[in-house]
């Protein structure tokens, strides 16, 4: 099994609605990865997660709450979101590391289109 | 500053005919080099992943070179099809680092 797999595909929600996207995988990847990506744009890093412990956030605004709750679990809780936010958001796991000794392969999800109105 | 540039940003061609995409980076220190497939609203997809000491790798009809002195690199795809349609993602990783630095992208579209 190699799959990463994101639920809802698709998820519209207003700027007062509180939701959250999960992510699953059954690897035993140790590395799990939130990104967003804009249209015709690269993924941007926002959370990672090594040993459900959060080592990166790169300055994400509260709004965005990520959370582990085992190995194999990533959510990524939204409140109070601003249309901006609008974007196609990627789950991400790798063994190690992308820059460890050896490659640390990233699998990526199928992602979660997210419109916020 | 690690940074990553592909080329061209799009590319149409013929179904059937062959092209090649570039990536220069200046990710240090390197640690190895990704090409991403990505399909539309889709995640991407790993082509090929490629470390300092490799300098081509294939995947049936996409190859990957590596030029780690002139910090290039180049996805070549063979016999093109319908399916290639998407865009392809140069990404590179610095050793140590749980970081990844991705490239713009080129759109390739393929035309029957």
């Known amino acids: 099994d190699t799959e990463v797999t994101q639920t809802p595909k698709h998820l519209v929600m207003g700027m007062t609605n509180k939701k959250s996207l999960k992510c699953e995988q059954h690897?035993?990847?140790?590395?799990m990865y939130w990104y967003k990506q804009k249209a015709k744009k690269p993924p941007e890093l926002m959370f990672v997660?090594?040993?459900?412990?959060?080592?990166i956030n790169e300055s994400v605004p509260s709004r965005f709450s990520p959370e582990c709750p085992n190995s194999s679990l990533l959510n990524l809780h939204l409140h109070a979101l601003q249309p901006e936010d609008s974007a196609l958001y990627l789950c991400?796991?790798?063994?190690?590391?992308?820059?460890?000794?050896?490659?640390?392969?990233?699998?990526f999800g199928e992602g979660s289109r997210l419109t916020v109105l | 500053k690690n940074q990553v540039e592909q080329s061209p940003q799009s590319l149409i061609i013929l179904e059937g005919k062959n092209c090649t995409l570039q990536?220069?980076?200046?990710?240090?220190?390197?640690?190895?080099l990704r090409w991403y497939k990505q399909d539309t609203g889709r995640g991407p997809v790993s082509l090929t992943i490629?470390?300092?000491?490799?300098n081509t790798k294939s995947n049936g009809r996409y190859t990957a070179t590596l030029d780690a002195d002139t910090k290039q690199s180049s996805l070549h795809i063979t016999a093109s099809q319908l399916s290639d349609s998407a865009s392809y993602i140069c990404?590179?990783?610095?050793?140590?680092?749980?970081?990844?630095?991705f490239g713009t992208g080129t759109r390739l579209t393929i035309i029957p």
């Open positions: 990404v590179v990783s610095a050793s140590g680092n749980e970081k990844l630095t």
């Open positions: 990536c220069n980076y200046t990710v240090s220190p390197f640690s190895n």
């Open positions: 490629m470390t300092f000491s490799e």
């Open positions: 991400a796991s790798s063994h190690r590391y992308p820059g460890a000794s050896g490659t640390g392969e990233l699998f």
């Open positions: 997660y090594s040993y459900e412990k959060l080592s």
């Open positions: 690897m035993g990847h140790r590395a």
